[in-house]
């Protein structure tokens, strides 16, 4: 059969919890191979294994990928209500749905006589694994019923349980793929897969090789766990004649320790980063270096170059390590570049997260709060730090928060309070409350009383804002306002130097 001209590729999860990094990295790799080639993305969800389901797995990658910005062409979406709904002419998309195609493939290769029947019990596998383990041998079915007669494999076929295994030739396969080129391995060594179990659903194997033939994938790109899959998929394709696709298997993915970026060593999943306030630009464009990379080595890309730049023959072999310290170095890179705007509506939910009430439809708040953004948005690293970076700008002057640190550094001494005492005053005389006037005003009422600038600079911020760092003072100052600067200033007199006549 001709292969379409047309590039077609698929991500191909199973759903048995968060989507990982790692899931991500092949997503966005298919992704940008497709696009870059015209070609069509497709996403097909692998849950043949049902003792590894979860629950609501697929309706949460979906939506991860949603957020993650990477679209594609066919498969399952979720409808404004959240319920599935699949897309694309060569569907079902979900492998549960298609288990009588499976089954009707296994039966082929079964007359054709490239696969057999097994009827093992589970405790008899169990003892021929421990026996080779003892012996240090590698486990692996010992084909006890390789050699079952057609007549005798028939008759017990009505009477008992059985599974389907894939004849494995004692001989080698060999193929090419495309990022490590040929790849070899000994037939002798590999188990005959079981490919329908004797509960009538197919193994990862078996359902993965017929749905990238019958969706007519052109190229496997996926991770390099699943090469040592790839020549039991070479034998089922060749054994039911069908061209095998192109296969890349993309690099491993490690911590800075060089241990295996795996769920267990946390952090890994998409979810969690979505929460810390990563914005899917940034963690697409630095997942997008795992394993890839352009000759000038840049670093930044928009989406469109990642586009047009991506191509599977700069892909490395070697492993790649995840260095989340890299990650947020990007996060605050794309924060600085993103319209405030922009940023204001992505920090919604982590102000309500913070516990901070916003009313979305209160247009002068949020331009109040695109400006107090603006104030800092060279320095925000992650979505989160936004709402305790600016909230004592939107609290009422009776519930700032002064750390104990700051009362016992600030608000202390007599000398303290006098200066609090003239400030105010002074303040209260100035009738353009803006930014260059604050600052010359400031300025000369410390050169004039003989105050040290920092002294007052730091007091002043600590009265109105309760801490010792932020925005610029005069921004700070500005963006509360006359009345609520004199006001806290006030509300610290009285609650803090008490004692202090
Ligand atoms: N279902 C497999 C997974 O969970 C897909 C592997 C492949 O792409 O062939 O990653």
């Given at each position: 059969m001709n292969k379409p001209t047309v590039v077609r590729v698929r991500f191909a999860p199973s759903p048995t919890g968060f989507l990982h990094i790692g899931g991500l990295r092949t997503a966005l790799f298919n992704y940008l191979f497709a696009r870059n080639n015209n070609g069509?993305?497709?996403?097909?969800?692998?849950?043949?294994?049902?003792?590894?389901?979860?629950?609501?797995?697929?309706?949460?990658?979906?939506?991860?990928?949603?957020?993650?910005?990477?679209?594609y062409d066919e498969g399952p979406y979720l409808d404004t209500h959240g319920k599935i709904y699949q897309k694309g002419d060569y569907g079902p998309y979900i492998q549960s749905q298609r288990i009588e195609i499976y089954k009707r493939y296994a039966m082929e290769l079964l007359k054709k006589g490239f696969a057999y029947r097994c009827?093992?019990?589970p405790q008899r596998l169990e003892e021929v694994r421990k026996l080779q383990l003892l012996n240090k041998q590698p486990p692996k079915y010992d084909?006890?019923?390789?050699?079952?007669?057609?007549?005798?494999?028939?008759?017990?076929?009505?009477i008992e349980p059985y599974t389907i295994r894939l004849k494995v030739p004692d001989e080698k396969i060999v193929f090419t793929d495309i990022i490590r080129d040929k790849v070899e391995f000994d037939g002798s060594l590999i188990d005959d897969q079981v490919l329908l179990k004797s509960d009538g659903y197919p193994t990862y194997h078996l359902a993965n090789v017929v749905d990238d033939h019958l969706m007519e994938i052109t190229h496997v790109i996926r991770g390099e766990e699943w090469l040592s899959s790839t020549p039991k998929h070479i034998l089922i394709y060749k054994y039911l004649d069908w061209q095998p696709p192109q296969f890349a298997h993309l690099p491993l993915l490690l911590n800075p320790d060089r241990s295996k970026l795996s769920?267990?060593?946390?952090?890994?999943?998409?979810?969690?980063?979505?929460?810390?306030?990563?914005?899917?630009?940034?963690l697409l464009n630095y997942v997008a270096l795992l394993g890839w990379s352009t000759e000038d080595s840049q670093q930044i890309f928009t989406k469109q170059e990642l586009i047009d730049k991506f191509s599977l023959s700069r892909c490395s072999k070697s492993p790649a390590?995840?260095?989340?310290?890299?990650?947020?170095?990007?996060?605050?890179?794309?924060?600085?570049?993103?319209?405030?705007?922009?940023?204001?509506?992505?920090?919604?939910?982590?102000?309500v997260s913070y516990g901070i009430k916003i009313d979305i439809n209160n247009s002068e708040i949020k331009e109040y709060i695109v400006k107090l953004i603006q104030l800092e948005q060279q320095k925000i690293k992650l979505l989160k730090d936004i709402p305790y970076m600016i909230e004592f700008f939107l609290k009422p002057d009776t519930e700032i928060e002064y750390k104990e640190n700051v009362v016992k550094k600030y608000f202390y001494l007599d000398t303290q309070k006098q200066i609090l005492i003239e400030v105010r005053d002074m303040l209260q005389t100035i009738t353009q409350f803006d930014k260059t006037t604050l600052e010359h005003q400031l300025r000369n009422f410390?050169?004039?009383?003989?105050?040290?600038?920092?002294?007052?600079?730091?007091?002043?911020?600590?009265?109105?804002?309760?801490?010792?760092e932020g925005p610029g003072l005069f921004d700070l100052l500005f963006f509360l306002g006359k009345e609520r600067v004199i006001n806290r200033i006030n509300l610290v007199i009285k609650k803090f130097f008490l004692n202090i006549k």
């Open positions: 069509k993305f497709i996403l097909r969800i692998e849950d043949t294994d049902r003792t590894r389901y979860v629950e609501g797995a697929t309706e949460n990658l979906i939506s991860i990928l949603n957020w993650s910005g990477l679209d009827f093992c019990s084909r006890l019923c390789r050699n079952l007669s057609e007549t005798e494999s028939n008759r017990r076929a009505a769920k267990r060593s946390g952090d890994v999943a998409v979810e969690e980063y979505k929460k810390e306030g990563y914005l899917p630009e940034a390590i995840f260095d989340k310290q890299k990650l947020l170095w990007m996060n605050s890179e794309y924060i600085r570049k993103t319209d405030p705007y922009k940023l204001m509506e992505y920090s919604i939910p982590f102000f410390c050169s004039n009383r003989g105050y040290k600038t920092t002294e007052v600079f730091q007091l002043l911020r600590a009265a109105v804002s309760g801490r010792s």
